[in-house]
C-alpha cells in the first residue's frame, strides 16, 4: 500500500467516526494523521521498516499499530468492522457540501441514495425535498452542493488560475476605484491546484465594482450578483469569485477566505480557549457579545496574541504554535532573488539569443543570469557539443562586455545520463561558471536505480545544482521513482544544490520536499527554466512554491549577490 491509499482508509475512518457521532478529538486524530501522510516526502513502508513511523507528526501509537496491519497485510479489521456498520455509499454522500451525518443516513437509508449521482437524481426527481419536510428550499441546497462538487473535482493548475486571477484584478483596476484587491482561498496559500478563484477587495461603492467585474469581456456567465458578493463563468469555464468588503472587515474577511481550513479550525479552538468566537466578520468576545472587526490580518492574528502568519504556512501543521511564540521564519520574497540560475538561449532549444535574455533578466532587477543550455545527449533540444561550448563562451564574454552592472553567468544544462554520468567530459564543465545537472531520458528507472544515477551525479565535483530533481511534470508525469530521503542526503554530503523549478507545470522541487531538504541541511536554488525572455517572470512560482516550504532567503543560493554566489557554488 502506497501512502495515498493508506490516507484514504484513514479519511474514511475519520468520515465514518463522524457518521457514527463519535467524538470531535478522535474524528481530528484521523484527519491530522491523513494530512500528514499526504504530505510524506518518504513512503510509510521505509519509515515502519527503519522504526521511525512515530516520528511523523499526528501518528502516535494506535495509528502507528494501524499502518502497521495496513502495510503488513493490506487490510484493517478495524476499518471492515467500522464499514460494516453502515449502509454501502453513504461516505460519499458526506463529501457532498451541506449534508452532515444525519441527513446522509437518511438519505441513504429511507431512499437508498448510494452516491452523488443517486443524490442529484433523486433531487430532480422531488424524492428529497419530500423527505424533509422544509421542502424545496433544503433539497436547492444539497443541489448546489452537489453541483459546486462536481465543479470542485476540476482542480485548476495554479499557472493557470494565477494569471487569470492578475488578468481580472488589473482589469477591474482600471475600470473602477477599488483597493486591496487580492486572491483569496488555495490561491493565495499558492497550492498547486484551486478550485474555485476567490478574489477580494474592498471599495466605498461595492455595487459598481460588482457591476464592472460581471461586465468584464472574459465573463461567460454570471452566476450570482448581490450587494457584496458576484460570481461567473469564464469562458474558459472557470468560476471566479470576487468579494468587496468595507475596509474596516477587511483583514477579518482576507483571513476567513484564505483558510486553510484546518488553519482556522485550530485559531479557532486557540480563540475559544481565550473566550473569543471567530466568524467571517471578526472576533466576538463570547462573554459580552461584543464583535470586533479588523481592517487587516495583522491586527487579527495580533488580538489572539499571535504574529502574523504568511498565507502559505497556513496549513495546519504547527504555524499557530509558532506563531505564539513568535518564531514564525520569514519566507522568501519576490524581491530577494537577485538572478536566475536556469534559462537557455537559442544556442540549443530557446528561443531568444543570450542577449535578449540578459537584457529582459536586467530589467527584471537582477544583477545576473545565467545561460545554461542543454548538453549534447538532448538531441532534440539542439545540445551543445565541447566546440559549441566554448563558442558559447565567447558570445557570453562579448554580451558582459556591453553590459553594465549585470553579468551574464556561462552555464550548461548537461545530462545526466541513465548511468549517472554526465554527457560532457570534466575538462569542459571545470571552465564553466556553474553546471545544471538533470535527467531528461530513461525515466522509468527502477527506484534503487535512478536514486543511484542522481547521488552519482551529486558526487561529480563539478555539479552544483541538480534541476527539476524528481521530473514531473503537473498533471502529465509522476516524479520519478527516487528514494528522496536518500537524495537529499546526498545533495546535503555533497553540497550540492537542488532546484526549484519555477515552470508551473513543474514547481520541482515541490512544496513538502523543499521543506524536508531544508531540514537536512539541502541548499535551493531557484530557476524559471526560461526557453524565452517572457518566462523570466515565472520565477513567481517557484518563490511561491520555495515559501510554502518555509524556505526564507538564506535557504535560497540565488538571493546572494554574483560572487557570493560563486563563492558559495561547490566547484
Ligand atoms: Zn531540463
Ligand atoms: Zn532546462
Known amino acids: 500500500m502506497n501512502n495515498g491509499e493508506v490516507a484514504r482508509v484513514f479519511q474514511d475512518i475519520a468520515d465514518l467516526l463522524e457518521l457514527k457521532g463519535e467524538s470531535v478529538f478522535k474524528i481530528r486524530a484521523y484527519q491530522k494523521a491523513v494530512r500528514s501522510i499526504e504530505n510524506l516526502p518518504v513512503e510509510l513502508s521505509q519509515l515502519a521498516a527503519e522504526g521511525r513511523l512515530r516520528e511523523v507528526p499526528g501518528i502516535g501509537e494506535a495509528i502507528e499499530k494501524k499502518i502497521t496491519e495496513l ?94 486571477a492578475q488578468e481580472i484584478m488589473a482589469a477591474l483596476q482600471e475600470r473602477v476605484p477599488v483597493r486591496n484587491l487580492t486572491p483569496a482561498g488555495s490561491l493565495r496559500r499558492f497550492r498547486e491546484t484551486i478550485g474555485d478563484i476567490d478574489l477580494l477587495g474592498t471599495a466605498a461603492d461595492s455595487e459598481e465594482v460588482l457591476a464592472a467585474f460581471t461586465a468584464l469581456p472574459l465573463v461567460r456567465e454570471v ?18 469569485d470576487l468579494r468587496v468588503v468595507p475596509d474596516e472587515e477587511y483583514g477579518s474577511l482576507l483571513q476567513y477566505f484564505t483558510g486553510s481550513k484546518q488553519h482556522n479550525i485550530s485559531l479557532r479552538e486557540r480563540a475559544l480557549r481565550q473566550g473569543l468566537s471567530l466568524s467571517e466578520y471578526g472576533i466576538t468576545v463570547v462573554e459580552t457579545g461584543q464583535l470586533e472587526r479588523y ?48 534559462v537557455h538561449s537559442s544556442w ?19 544583477q545576473y543570469v545565467a545561460i545554461t543550455d542543454h548538453s549534447k545527449g538532448l538531441g532534440i533540444a539542439h545540445g551543445l557539443n565541447e566546440e559549441r561550448v566554448q563558442e558559447q563562451r565567447a558570445e557570453i564574454r562579448r554580451v558582459n562586455e556591453g553590459l553594465q552592472g549585470f553579468r551574464v553567468l556561462a552555464g550548461i544544462e548537461v545530462d545526466i545520463r541513465a548511468d549517472g554520468s554526465l554527457d560532457l567530459p570534466d575538462e569542459v564543465l571545470a571552465q564553466m561558471d556553474v553546471v545544471v545537472a538533470a535527467v531528461h531520458s530513461a525515466m522509468g528507472q527502477e527506484r534503487e536505480k535512478m536514486t543511484r544515477r542522481v547521488i552519482r551525479a551529486t558526487e561529480n565535483p563539478h555539479v552544483d545544482i541538480i534541476a527539476h530533481p524528481t521530473g514531473r511534470l503537473l498533471g502529465v508525469r509522476e516524479a520519478m521513482a527516487l528514494d528522496m ?87
Open 485 to 571: 530521503e536518500t537524495v537529499f542526503q546526498a545533495a546535503a554530503r555533497t553540497g550540492t544544490v537542488l532546484e526549484i523549478n519555477a515552470m508551473p507545470d513543474r514547481l520541482d522541487l515541490r512544496d513538502v520536499h523543499i521543506f524536508r531538504a531544508r531540514e537536512l541541511g539541502v541548499k535551493l536554488s531557484l530557476g524559471t527554466d526560461a526557453h524565452a525572455a517572457e518566462h523570466l517572470g515565472l520565477m513567481q512560482f517557484g518563490v511561491g512554491t520555495a515559501r510554502r516550504g518555509w524556505a526564507g532567503a538564506g535557504h535560497i543560493l540565488n538571493t546572494l549577490p554574483a560572487e557570493a554566489l560563486l563563492a558559495a557554488l561547490k566547484h
Open 295 to 342: 481592517a487587516t490580518e495583522e491586527a487579527f492574528y495580533s488580538r489572539l496574541g499571535l504574529q502574523y502568519i504568511p498565507p502559505e504556512l497556513r496549513e495546519g501543521t504547527n504555524e499557530i504554535a509558532l506563531a505564539a511564540e513568535h518564531s514564525v521564519p520569514e519566507p522568501i520574497g519576490p524581491a530577494d532573488v537577485r538572478g536566475d540560475l536556469h
Open 71 to 164: 502495510l503488513t497485510t493490506g487490510r484493517l479489521q478495524y476499518y471492515d468492522d467500522l464499514r460494516a456498520e453502515f449502509p454501502e455509499g453513504v461516505i460519499s454522500l458526506l463529501q457532498v457540501p451541506g449534508v452532515g451525518p444525519k441527513t446522509a443516513m437518511r438519505l441513504s437509508t429511507e431512499l437508498g441514495v448510494r452516491s452523488a449521482e443517486d443524490l442529484e437524481k433523486a433531487i430532480v426527481e422531488g424524492r428529497v425535498a419530500g423527505l424533509f419536510r422544509m421542502g424545496d428550499k433544503t433539497a436547492e441546497n444539497i443541489l448546489r452542493g452537489v453541483q459546486s462538487m462536481r465543479t470542485k473535482e476540476q482542480r485548476i493548475p495554479i499557472g493557470e488560475a494565477l494569471p487569470l
Open 223 to 240: 452566476l450570482a450578483r448581490g450587494a457584496t458578493k458576484a460570481s461567473i463563468v469564464t469562458r474558459g469555464n472557470l468560476q471566479v
Open 348 to 366: 540549443s532549444d530557446g528561443r531568444d539569443s543570450i542577449e535578449q535574455m540578459a537584457r529582459a533578466a536586467r530589467a527584471m532587477g537582477y
